[in-house]
């Protein structure tokens, strides 16, 4: 078997191997080709646990942290056992005495290993489904969360990944009409200290120290991590359900300057991370983490690369989004469109011909960069977001930029002949509030992360229908009903790729906690036992809806022909759509002007605290049915010579079709 660690610092590196027993063995990597140490070494079999120690210079304040009191793991690792068990031994790197004095640290006792794993798996016909972007709806979920309570799945199994295989999960998944799973971190990461010592617990997972590994904690089975998630794959394919990762490869688990070593920082410092080039001593921090990985190093891009291809084509997974993006698109400081990053994925004939979808901002100055990535890529759109939570809680302004939502964002990817799919739509994701918390509360509620109620987004832009959290007013309820179901129609029929938030479906609630990172508890869990399962019928209606008539799923921006009316049947003109107070619009969708027939559909969107009259222009005639209606009563729909008109109450919105 070969072991193989690239360090251009290093004057000696150990292979450490571990008995069953925990008992080390250290041998010397004898060959150096190319910075990469390695050696051959017969006799060992998968199941073997094994890290390195990597001696070199240890001169912080020049960026070098080579230290071999630190147990390193292998940052091409397929399989990792157990959690950090905090210590000062793992911190050693932020001493600063002698190499003698931080040898009576060694962080053995404390760290992870390494697990060489057996890459045989029988895929049976497996392949990959290559669901078309226009056809995509993404449901966005966490691996524990979402089966952790699920009634039908065996208690041994909950919140594993053979729980998301389990026949009752994945026919949920078929039922609700869903094509891809977007599953939140798996790559192993790491329990902050900080929050372990406040009983909390790193639940979203972005902290990722192993970028080949499944994280370990998802395994029904302990080691069988990589089979258990190949077998999930596997199952989800079956039932033409395609996988997407949530990858985090802006920053790792080691944090800043004070923050453990467990494997980069040891090895390499300079080459895997972004240093201050005043002061290596400290980091470039673009993600908020205390690190940046080095995109600019050939080995920290190949590291990315090589993991990006290995989850293709090993694990089989279909796309990845990117957590925080634009950390990996910094050249010097400032986010470079024509950066190595691109370039390589741009040209590598595995990674770009699977789905891609940018986080297109992170936390540093010059970081939003929406609109702004390259045609292979997807975005988050966050402007979708922003704009139609603005427009249905009757916010002055704003109907201009929602119908330009509802199109698809042509301001922000035609001028760059992108698609109307290059807009990753959602309303609601794992970082904020729930959809039932955007139409229950004003404000945040995260005094139970620890942080004083300091941390999250403080602009939600939600509106709570009148009362702030739980109430018992059917008036406030039958609102916030309406809400939830004039967000999702809106989402589910605008032109992109939309994303569902596990859980919105059926009015899963976080009481207010718009930052849930720390809670692996029954604030973050799906509650399957009080699922509202009549707004879940209504959102299988919807993506049903979508499925089945393309004029709600074009990618292009000429195709339907589109009509704005107001809503008493006169087309817009630019002094209508300049009026702020304007939260009314008719929008005519014809669906046989273009080479995909379909029929032709009328959406009325009426965001104003009061009911208005419609009217449908004549030009326009024929007997239109409803489809979809959100409002409080049933659609009376009247036809005359000056058109066809109905009512429409406050906060609601009709859609109708004529074949």
């Not at 890290?51 to 793991?73: D, I, K, M, Q």
């Not at 966050?382 to 109907?399: E, M, P, Q």
């Not at 918390?437 to 004083?452: F, M, P, Q, T």
């Not at 009563?633 to 005359?640: D, N």
Request: contains cysteine.
């Amino acid at each position: 078997m070969n072991f193989s660690l690239f360090s251009s610092v290093a004057q000696r590196v150990e292979l450490c191997l571990f008995d069953d027993d925990g008992l080390e063995c250290r041998y010397d990597l004898p060959e150096m080709t190319a910075h990469c140490w390695h050696g051959y070494f017969p006799g060992l079999k998968a199941g073997q646990k094994y890290a390195f120690r990597v001696h070199g210079p240890w001169a912080p304040h020049t960026g070098l942290r080579c230290n071999p009191s630190n147990l390193l793991l292998d940052p091409y690792a397929k399989c990792i056992e157990g959690q950090i068990h905090w210590n000062e031994a793992v911190f050693a790197q932020s001493l600063n005495g002698s190499p003698s004095s931080l040898n009576n640290y060694d962080s053995a006792p404390y760290v992870p290993r390494c697990v060489v794993s057996d890459p045989c798996f029988d895929w049976g016909s497996d392949t990959p489904i290559c669901t078309p972007l226009d056809m995509t709806v993404i449901y966005e979920l966490h691996m524990k969360g979402f089966t952790i309570t699920h009634p039908d799945v065996p208690p041994e199994l909950r919140g594993t990944y053979l729980a998301l295989a389990h026949p009752a999960v994945i026919e949920y998944f078929q039922t609700l009409g869903v094509t891809a799973i977007e599953l939140m971190p798996v790559q192993q990461f790491v329990q902050d200290m900080y929050l372990l010592e406040r009983g909390l617990r790193n639940y979203w997972g972005y902290n990722t120290i192993g970028f080949f590994a499944p994280h370990n904690e998802y395994a029904a089975q302990a080691g069988r991590q990589v089979d258990e998630f190949k077998f999930m794959v596997r199952a989800l394919h079956e039932a033409g359900l395609e996988v997407i990762l949530d990858v985090v490869y802006g920053h790792t688990a080691e944090g800043n300057h004070l923050g453990p070593t467990l494997s980069f920082k040891a090895i390499d410092n300079a080459a895997y991370y972004r240093l201050d080039e005043v002061n290596p001593f400290y980091y470039k921090d673009y993600t908020g983490t205390g690190n940046s990985l080095n995109m600019r190093h050939p080995s920290g891009l190949q590291l990315m690369m090589d993991s990006l291809r290995y989850w293709v084509t090993e694990m089989h997974v279909d796309g990845f989004r990117f957590d925080l993006a634009s950390t990996l698109a910094r050249g010097i400081h400032d986010v470079d469109r024509l950066c190595a990053f691109f370039d390589v994925i741009q040209q590598d004939p595995i990674v770009n011909r699977v789905k891609l979808i940018a986080e297109p901002w992170d936390v540093s100055d010059g970081g939003y960069q929406l609109g702004n990535f390259p045609p292979l890529w997807s975005e988050w759109n966050g402007r979708f977001r922003d704009t139609v939570r603005d427009y249905w809680r009757g916010i002055d302004g704003s109907l201009g930029d929602f119908c330009s939502r509802l199109s698809g964002s042509p301001d922000l990817y035609q001028l760059d002949r992108r698609r109307p799919t290059a807009s990753v739509n959602f309303i609601a994701c794992h970082d904020g509030l729930t959809l039932a918390d955007l139409v229950s509360y004003n404000d945040k509620y995260n005094s139970a992360n620890g942080e004083r109620n300091a941390d999250g987004e403080n602009n939600n832009r939600s509106w709570n229908c009148g009362a702030e959290g739980p109430t018992a007013d059917e008036r406030i309820l039958r609102l916030r009903a309406r809400q939830k179901r004039n967000l999702l129609t809106t989402l589910l029929l605008s032109r992109g790729v939309p994303m569902l938030l596990a859980g919105d479906e059926c009015g899963r609630t976080q009481d207010g906690n718009n930052n849930a990172y720390c809670q692996d508890n029954r604030t973050s869990w799906m509650n399957w036992e009080e699922a509202d399962y009549d707004l879940a019928a209504f959102v299988i209606k919807l993506i049903a809806l979508r499925q089945r008539h393309p004029v709600f799923r074009s990618n292009s921006f000429s195709w339907p022909y589109t009509s704005w009316y107001r809503n008493d049947g006169r087309l817009m003109t630019p002094e209508d759509w300049s009026t702020p107070w304007a939260k009314s619009i008719g929008v005519y969708l014809d669906g046989s002007t273009a080479q995909a027939w379909d029929d032709d559909f009328y959406l009325a969107f009426n965001s104003h605290y009061e009911p208005l009259q419609f009217v449908i222009p004549p030009e326009l005639g024929g007997q239109w049915s409803v489809v979809v209606n959100t409002g409080r009563h049933e659609a009376i729909i009247a036809q005359s010579r000056n058109g066809v008109t109905f009512a429409l109450g406050e906060q609601s919105l009709l859609v109708l079709t004529r074949s």
